[in-house]
Protein backbone atom coordinates (compact mmCIF):
# COMPACT_ATOMS: atom_id res chain seq x y z
CA UNK A 1 0.00 0.00 0.00
CA UNK A 2 1.26 3.38 -0.97
CA UNK A 3 2.40 5.63 2.03
CA UNK A 4 0.98 9.04 2.47
CA UNK A 5 2.40 11.44 -0.22
CA UNK A 6 2.68 15.09 0.39
CA UNK A 7 3.23 17.88 -2.90
CA UNK A 8 5.76 20.11 -3.47
CA UNK A 9 8.48 18.88 -0.82
CA UNK A 10 10.52 21.89 -0.72
CA UNK A 11 9.15 25.35 -1.05
CA UNK A 12 10.21 28.89 -1.03
CA UNK A 13 7.59 31.83 -0.44
CA UNK A 14 8.51 35.65 -0.26
CA UNK A 15 6.48 37.18 3.27
CA UNK A 16 2.67 38.66 1.94
CA UNK A 17 2.43 35.98 -0.69
CA UNK A 18 0.37 32.95 -0.06
CA UNK A 19 0.59 28.66 -0.29
CA UNK A 20 -1.01 25.78 -1.27
CA UNK A 21 0.09 22.17 0.05
CA UNK A 22 -1.01 19.14 -0.51
CA UNK A 23 -1.96 15.48 0.86
CA UNK A 24 -2.89 12.21 -0.87
CA UNK A 25 -3.49 10.09 2.29
CA UNK A 26 -2.95 6.32 2.15
CA UNK A 27 -5.86 4.65 -0.37
CA UNK A 28 -9.04 4.05 1.95
CA UNK A 29 -8.32 6.26 4.35
CA UNK A 30 -11.36 8.92 4.98
CA UNK A 31 -9.28 11.23 7.79
CA UNK A 32 -6.06 14.39 6.92
CA UNK A 33 -4.84 15.87 9.94
CA UNK A 34 -2.29 18.91 9.50
CA UNK A 35 0.89 19.26 11.29
CA UNK A 36 2.95 22.52 11.76
CA UNK A 37 6.65 21.50 13.07
CA UNK A 38 8.68 23.87 13.97
CA UNK A 39 12.28 23.40 16.02
CA UNK A 40 10.76 26.15 19.24
CA UNK A 41 6.94 24.91 19.05
CA UNK A 42 7.21 21.41 18.05
CA UNK A 43 4.56 19.58 16.29
CA UNK A 44 1.36 21.39 16.44
CA UNK A 45 -2.13 20.64 15.09
CA UNK A 46 -3.40 22.48 12.79
CA UNK A 47 -7.01 20.80 11.43
CA UNK A 48 -8.16 17.72 10.69
CA UNK A 49 -10.84 16.54 7.84
CA UNK A 50 -12.77 13.76 7.93
CA UNK A 51 -15.04 12.89 4.49
CA UNK A 52 -14.62 16.32 3.15
CA UNK A 53 -15.80 18.43 6.64
CA UNK A 54 -13.11 19.73 8.97
CA UNK A 55 -13.81 17.71 12.38
CA UNK A 56 -11.27 19.77 14.40
CA UNK A 57 -9.09 22.95 14.53
CA UNK A 58 -6.02 23.88 16.82
CA UNK A 59 -5.34 27.11 17.58
CA UNK A 60 -4.35 29.22 14.46
CA UNK A 61 -4.80 32.32 12.95
CA UNK A 62 -7.42 32.47 9.89
CA UNK A 63 -4.89 32.95 6.92
CA UNK A 64 -4.37 29.23 7.63
CA UNK A 65 -7.40 26.86 6.09
CA UNK A 66 -7.68 24.06 4.37
CA UNK A 67 -10.45 21.78 2.92
CA UNK A 68 -10.93 18.23 1.54
CA UNK A 69 -12.00 16.38 -1.64
CA UNK A 70 -14.41 13.81 -2.19
CA UNK A 71 -11.32 11.66 -2.74
CA UNK A 72 -10.07 12.34 0.22
CA UNK A 73 -7.05 13.97 -0.99
CA UNK A 74 -6.49 17.02 1.06
CA UNK A 75 -4.96 21.06 0.70
CA UNK A 76 -4.18 23.24 3.45
CA UNK A 77 -3.49 26.92 2.33
CA UNK A 78 -1.96 30.20 4.15
CA UNK A 79 -2.30 33.57 2.81
CA UNK A 80 -0.49 36.52 3.93
CA UNK A 81 2.65 34.33 4.53
CA UNK A 82 4.82 35.36 7.32
CA UNK A 83 8.25 34.96 8.08
CA UNK A 84 7.20 32.62 11.47
CA UNK A 85 5.31 30.38 9.13
CA UNK A 86 8.33 28.81 8.08
CA UNK A 87 8.00 25.29 9.41
CA UNK A 88 7.77 21.66 8.53
CA UNK A 89 4.08 20.58 7.44
CA UNK A 90 2.93 17.71 7.73
CA UNK A 91 0.01 15.96 7.21
CA UNK A 92 -1.15 12.42 8.36
CA UNK A 93 -4.01 9.97 7.47
CA UNK A 94 -6.23 7.67 9.17
CA UNK A 95 -8.62 5.33 7.87
CA UNK A 96 -10.82 6.69 10.74
CA UNK A 97 -11.32 3.78 12.94
CA UNK A 98 -8.34 4.15 15.51
CA UNK A 99 -6.80 7.14 16.11
CA UNK A 100 -3.40 5.52 17.11
CA UNK A 101 -3.23 3.84 13.31
CA UNK A 102 -2.25 7.35 12.05
CA UNK A 103 0.46 7.57 9.35
CA UNK A 104 2.44 10.94 8.44
CA UNK A 105 3.39 11.90 5.22
CA UNK A 106 7.32 13.14 4.83
CA UNK A 107 6.24 16.83 4.98
CA UNK A 108 6.45 19.92 3.02
CA UNK A 109 9.44 22.09 3.91
CA UNK A 110 8.39 26.07 3.37
CA UNK A 111 10.63 28.53 3.80
CA UNK A 112 9.47 32.34 3.87
CA UNK A 113 11.82 35.15 3.23
CA UNK B 1 -5.41 23.82 28.12
CA UNK B 2 -2.66 21.19 27.56
CA UNK B 3 0.92 21.13 28.27
CA UNK B 4 3.03 18.24 27.66
CA UNK B 5 7.04 18.08 28.99
CA UNK B 6 10.12 16.42 28.00
CA UNK B 7 13.77 16.58 27.94
CA UNK B 8 15.18 18.17 25.15
CA UNK B 9 18.06 15.94 24.59
CA UNK B 10 19.68 12.68 25.55
CA UNK B 11 23.10 10.90 25.30
CA UNK B 12 23.15 7.18 25.61
CA UNK B 13 25.65 4.25 24.72
CA UNK B 14 24.83 1.82 22.45
CA UNK B 15 23.86 -1.43 23.92
CA UNK B 16 22.73 0.27 27.10
CA UNK B 17 19.01 1.10 28.24
CA UNK B 18 17.39 4.43 28.12
CA UNK B 19 14.38 5.98 29.66
CA UNK B 20 12.46 8.91 28.15
CA UNK B 21 10.21 10.87 30.70
CA UNK B 22 6.98 12.67 29.67
CA UNK B 23 4.65 14.36 32.05
CA UNK B 24 1.42 15.88 31.00
CA UNK B 25 -1.30 17.85 31.54
CA UNK B 26 -4.29 17.92 29.79
CA UNK B 27 -8.10 18.81 29.97
CA UNK B 28 -9.09 15.47 28.36
CA UNK B 29 -7.29 12.31 27.97
CA UNK B 30 -7.91 9.46 25.45
CA UNK B 31 -4.81 7.73 24.79
CA UNK B 32 -0.69 8.55 25.06
CA UNK B 33 1.69 8.41 22.33
CA UNK B 34 5.11 7.95 21.66
CA UNK B 35 6.42 8.42 18.12
CA UNK B 36 10.31 8.63 16.26
CA UNK B 37 11.35 10.91 14.19
CA UNK B 38 14.88 10.67 12.23
CA UNK B 39 16.31 13.80 10.75
CA UNK B 40 14.14 15.28 7.65
CA UNK B 41 11.84 12.20 8.17
CA UNK B 42 8.29 11.50 8.73
CA UNK B 43 7.07 10.69 12.40
CA UNK B 44 6.62 6.57 12.54
CA UNK B 45 4.93 5.77 15.19
CA UNK B 46 5.89 3.41 18.26
CA UNK B 47 3.52 3.29 20.64
CA UNK B 48 0.11 3.95 22.75
CA UNK B 49 -1.04 3.84 25.86
CA UNK B 50 -4.93 4.73 27.31
CA UNK B 51 -4.50 2.54 30.65
CA UNK B 52 -2.06 2.23 33.28
CA UNK B 53 0.88 0.21 32.84
CA UNK B 54 3.53 -0.75 31.00
CA UNK B 55 2.94 -2.22 27.02
CA UNK B 56 5.98 -4.32 25.51
CA UNK B 57 6.90 -3.89 21.96
CA UNK B 58 10.53 -5.69 21.07
CA UNK B 59 12.93 -3.33 22.10
CA UNK B 60 10.71 -0.87 22.75
CA UNK B 61 8.21 -0.63 26.41
CA UNK B 62 6.16 2.40 27.10
CA UNK B 63 4.87 3.38 30.47
CA UNK B 64 1.58 5.34 31.58
CA UNK B 65 0.37 6.46 35.22
CA UNK B 66 -2.75 8.22 34.07
CA UNK B 67 -2.92 9.56 37.84
CA UNK B 68 0.82 11.27 37.77
CA UNK B 69 -0.20 12.51 34.36
CA UNK B 70 3.39 10.78 33.55
CA UNK B 71 4.66 8.18 31.10
CA UNK B 72 8.17 6.85 29.70
CA UNK B 73 9.30 5.29 26.76
CA UNK B 74 12.21 2.84 27.86
CA UNK B 75 14.06 1.77 25.10
CA UNK B 76 16.89 -1.67 25.29
CA UNK B 77 19.76 -2.92 23.97
CA UNK B 78 20.33 0.43 22.19
CA UNK B 79 21.57 0.67 18.18
CA UNK B 80 22.81 3.71 16.50
CA UNK B 81 19.85 3.76 14.19
CA UNK B 82 17.96 4.83 17.35
CA UNK B 83 19.57 8.52 17.63
CA UNK B 84 16.26 10.25 16.70
CA UNK B 85 14.06 12.66 18.17
CA UNK B 86 11.32 10.72 20.26
CA UNK B 87 7.70 12.67 20.27
CA UNK B 88 5.00 12.19 23.15
CA UNK B 89 1.97 13.56 22.13
CA UNK B 90 -1.27 12.77 23.80
CA UNK B 91 -4.78 12.95 22.50
CA UNK B 92 -7.16 15.21 25.02
CA UNK B 93 -10.47 14.42 23.06
CA UNK B 94 -11.63 13.96 19.69
CA UNK B 95 -8.40 13.20 17.80
CA UNK B 96 -6.34 16.00 18.11
CA UNK B 97 -2.69 15.25 19.09
CA UNK B 98 -0.81 17.89 20.88
CA UNK B 99 2.82 16.63 21.06
CA UNK B 100 5.66 17.67 23.29
CA UNK B 101 8.60 19.22 21.45
CA UNK B 102 10.51 15.84 21.59
CA UNK B 103 13.42 14.51 23.06
CA UNK B 104 16.64 14.37 20.70
CA UNK B 105 18.31 10.96 21.76
CA UNK B 106 21.73 10.66 20.74
CA UNK B 107 23.37 7.08 20.94
CA UNK B 108 27.23 7.10 21.19
CA UNK B 109 29.71 3.70 20.82
Known sequence: ?????????????????????????????????????????GLQFLFEYFSETQRNKGNFPG?????????????MNVSTLELGDSALYLCASRSGQRIYEQYFGPGTRLTVT | GQNID??????????????????????????LFWYQQHAGEAPTFLSYNVLDGLEEKGRFSSFLSRSKGYSYLLLKELQMKDSASYLCAVSGGGNKLTFGTGTQLKVEL
Open chain 1, 1 to 41: KAGVTQTPRYLIKTRGQQVTLSCSPISGHRSVSWYQQTPGQ
Open chain 1, 63 to 75: RFSGRQFSNSRSE
Open chain 2, 6 to 31: QPTEMTATEGAIVQINCTYQTSGFNG
